[in-house]
């Protein structure tokens, strides 16, 4: 009973959890992003008011997220590697979304343009190269025995 072989969640070729997160969180940011439009052509103060909702929700999806790599890559050591890029595009869209809730924080129209739809355009190109490569902020590695 002492020596009994305990499966790793590598070895039970689990998948990855963290891919969930990502696209939830990106979706907020991309919202936002559509708000922030919908705020310029009409003026109307509640497209300000659900961006900066999108942005607080995109996150605590976008730490959910993180949390979930993390576990990933230390339970999965073995199979998975991180591929930088792409980690690096996640947690640079994570902090522009930050600092665009803190811009958003303002009142009236200097909370959207030009520095608050400008941020949300950069997140959008950030999000679709994420989606381009599935989601995945890792890669399979070999594993060899």
């Not at 590697?81 to 947690?91: K, N």
């Not at 979304?97 to 400008?118: E, M, Y």
């Not at 950069?122 to 490569?133: C, T």
Request: hydrophobic content about 55%.
């Amino acid at each position: 009973m002492l020596n009994e072989h305990r499966t790793s969640l590598a070895e039970t070729g689990a998948r990855p959890v963290h891919p969930i997160f990502v696209p939830i969180a990106a979706t907020f940011m991309l919202g936002a992003l559509v708000t922030d439009v919908l705020y310029i052509e009409t003026y109307l103060g509640m497209w300000e008011t659900f961006s900066i909702w999108l942005l607080t929700a995109a996150m605590i999806m976008a730490g959910i997220g993180g949390i979930a790599l993390l576990v990933d890559l230390v339970g999965r050591r073995s199979l998975f590697r991180p591929v930088w890029c792409r980690v690096l595009a996640c947690v640079v869209g994570a902090l522009l979304s930050l600092i665009n809730a803190f811009i958003h924080s303002r009142d009236g129209w200097d909370a959207v343009v030009p520095s608050g739809v400008t941020i949300s355009a950069i997140v959008a190109v950030i999000v679709v190269y994420l989606a381009w490569n599935r989601w995945d902020l890792s890669a399979r590695r070999v594993a060899t025995r």
